[in-house]
């Protein structure tokens, strides 16, 4: 059963641009692999509401998603294990 999911991740702003580039590639390839992909939105570098790592910037990504259940556990998984990944949020929406 597929459901609805939202993702929203936070990369280092201090990676070089290339190095952005290809963790957005990355999990945006990761998604179409194990689920639908329905919307990719780079917001870009944003200042944050508090400072994560002594760091006041973050490179802002909104994914919108349909997957079977496990998969979100997967993804959360793939966040922590990323260097770069500052800060990640999976929800599910509701019907």
């Known amino acids: 059963m597929m459901r609805k999911y939202e993702t ?10 290339g190095d952005i580039k290809a963790l ?6 990761l998604i179409e692999t194990s689920a639908q992909l ?11 509401a508090y400072p ?7 490179y802002y990504v ?11 556990y997967e993804l959360d998984r793939n966040f922590k294990i990323t260097d770069g990944i500052m800060k990640h949020i999976i929800i599910k929406k509701k019907k």
Request: charged letters at 35%; zero cysteines.
């Open 38 to 48: 329905e919307s990719i939105d780079e917001w870009g570098k944003r200042r944050l």
């Open 8 to 17: 929203l991740f936070i990369i280092n702003p201090d990676l070089e641009e």
């Open 24 to 29: 957005v590639e990355k999990f945006k390839n």
């Open 62 to 72: 909104l994914v919108n998603f349909s997957a079977g259940p496990d998969f979100p």
């Open 52 to 58: 994560i790592n002594f760091k006041n910037e973050g």
